[in-house]
């Protein structure tokens, strides 16, 4: 008679594996902000900026760091295009105000000089119940003006964000 003494491990494993897998989701769901949202935010932002008499650019960024919405005000520099994005992808990738990482981050090297982030006035991460929906970045009038129209465009939407997370 032969004894097999590895059957049983070979069905526990078997049976342990299968029961941890049931336990995993398959798929995931990420919440984005709709483009109406976004647009709102922008919106908002370059009519705060004209109340304060800037013409300004606004790009907001969804979680994966994309341009959602950019809108760029009929005297807006060119330029004002691509810092406006480079804040808004600063702020959503550190999920800070990126004029709070202005004193973090001093020196000649290291991540103010990587390619696509921007640590100056102007950027604010679109956060609502804890959850990380992208960023919004302002760029044509100084830092604090800047600063201010993104956070009135935030302002705009964030009740709305914070409503629909479940």
């Known amino acids: 008679m032969k004894v097999y003494y590895g059957l049983p491990f070979v069905l526990f494993m078997f049976f342990a594996s299968t029961s941890s897998a049931d336990e995993q989701p398959v798929t995931v769901n990420i919440a984005r902000m709709s483009l ?10 370059i009519a705060t900026c004209r109340k304060k008499g800037a013409q300004i650019t606004v790009t907001i960024v969804d979680r994966g760091g994309h341009s959602q919405v950019v809108l760029r005000d009929v005297l807006a520099m ?14 959503m990738s550190f999920n800070s105000s990126t ?6 981050f001093k020196g000649a090297y290291g991540v103010p000089k990587t390619k696509g982030l921007l640590i100056a006035r102007g950027g604010l991460p679109i956060t609502a ?4 929906f992208g960023g919004i970045g302002v760029s044509g009038s100084s830092g604090e003006i800047d600063e201010e129209c993104a956070q009135a465009g935030l302002d705009a939407i964030l009740d709305d964000l914070e409503m629909s997370v479940e």
């Open 99 to 104: 004029g709070d990482l202005q004193d973090r």
């Open 36 to 45: 109406d949202t976004a647009l709102t935010a922008a919106q908002a932002s």
């Open 129 to 132: 119940a804890g959850t990380i």
């Open 78 to 91: 060119d330029l004002s295009i691509s810092i406006s994005r480079d804040k808004a992808y600063t702020a």
